[in-house]
Each structure stands twice: as structure tokens, then as C-alpha cells.
């Protein structure tokens, strides 16, 4: 292999592997928001935000086949997102979003 496709397949790699963790990275920070107190004068738009944030069923078995690579597994232990990819690909992360939505719609009345 010459040193220029050689270079651009390394160049795809990075890209990919920056990706997923961004894109990992989105989701742990949602699951971080849990931890925040409940605050009942914007719980409408916070349930509005929740409900965007769920991920559709083609994400979910997309993540959950991309999690079962090594190299997935690896650069999120590196990038500490490897628990929130693991709970989007097994349905836990949308489980997660409909149990706040519910003590949120239960603290504040809704």
C-alpha cells in the first residue's frame, strides 16, 4: 500500500472513531442531566427536551451492533462513554428518558 491511500485510511479511522465518541459523548451527557434536580417551572419544556432526546429503534440496534467491536469497546473506556453507548444500544437509555419523564410528570403534577 503507497503512503498516500495508507495515509487517507488512517485519516477515515480517526474520523470515525471522533464520531462515535461525539456522538457518545451527547448521550452521556443526557444521562448526567438525571442527577439535576427536578424543577417543576419548566418541567413542560423539559419533557419536550426528553422526549427529542430518545433515540429511535434503527439508532438503537445500530449502537448496540457497533458496541460489540473492540475498537468501539476501547475508545470508550478511554473517552468514559462506553457505559452510555452500552445503555443506547440495549434500550436502557430510552428506559432511563421515560422514567424521568414520569417522576418529573409525578413531583410537578403534570
Keep these: ?6 495515509l487517507a485510511l ?8 471522533l464520531s462515535a465518541s461525539a456522538c457518545a459523548s451527547k448521550y ?14 419548566t418541567a413542560r419544556a423539559d419533557i419536550q427536551d426528553l422526549q427529542a432526546e430518545k433515540v ?8 448496540g451492533l457497533k ?7 476501547v475508545v470508550g473506556a478511554i473517552t468514559g462513554t462506553a457505559g452510555a453507548q452500552q445503555d ?9 428518558i421515560d422514567q424521568r419523564i ?9
Design 56 to 63: 429511535d429503534k434503527a439508532t438503537e440496534a445500530a449502537m
Design 10 to 17: 488512517i485519516a477515515c479511522g480517526i474520523l470515525v472513531v
Design 28 to 41: 452521556a451527557k443526557v444521562e448526567q442531566s438525571f442527577e439535576n434536580p427536578i424543577n417543576c417551572s
Design 88 to 96: 443506547v444500544g440495549t434500550g436502557e437509555y430510552n428506559r432511563k
Design 1 to 6: 500500500m503507497t503512503p498516500r491511500p495508507r
Design 67 to 73: 458496541f460489540a467491536l473492540p475498537t468501539t469497546i
Design 102 to 110: 414520569a417522576n418529573v410528570k409525578e413531583t410537578c403534577k403534570l
